[in-house]
């Protein structure tokens, strides 16, 4: 069992940058692949981006490659999702998830535990 608490949310203006975090409980974390999902209001929760703890990759989607960066530290037990260059389409609410595959998927039916959330508002 793994339980995940998203932090680190706000509000921030466009271009700027915003760190979050997901705290994980629970044994073997280290053996878990873990990612990031977001869903505005009115749309579908969708993919953001996934850290494997099999081979160490990472997956992103295409609106935010190059602009968010993946990465955990599992002496921590602690995911990050660090934002840059934000715009006003990435507000949404944004999930940790947690999976005890190697599958960096896309799908938010393939991931097992899920956080709470953690709101994210970029201003024009």
């Known amino acids: 069992q793994v339980q995940l608490v998203e932090s680190g949310g706000g509000l921030v203006q466009a271009g700027g940058s915003l760190r979050l975090s997901c705290a994980a409980s629970g044994r073997s974390f280290n053996r878990y692949t873990v990612g990031w999902f977001r869903q505005a209001p009115g749309k579908e929760r969708e993919f953001v981006a996934a850290f494997s703890w099999s081979d160490g990759s990472t997956a992103y989607a295409d609106s935010v490659k190059g602009r968010f960066t993946i990465s955990r530290n599992n002496a921590r037990n602690t995911v990050y999702l660090q934002m840059n260059s934000l715009k006003p389409d990435d507000t949404a609410i944004y999930y940790c998830?947690?999976?005890?595959?190697?599958?960096?998927?896309?799908?938010?039916?393939?991931?097992?535990?899920w956080g709470q959330g953690t709101q994210v508002t970029v201003s024009s």
């Open positions: 998830a947690a999976d005890p595959s190697g599958r960096l998927s896309r799908r938010t039916d393939d991931w097992d535990y």
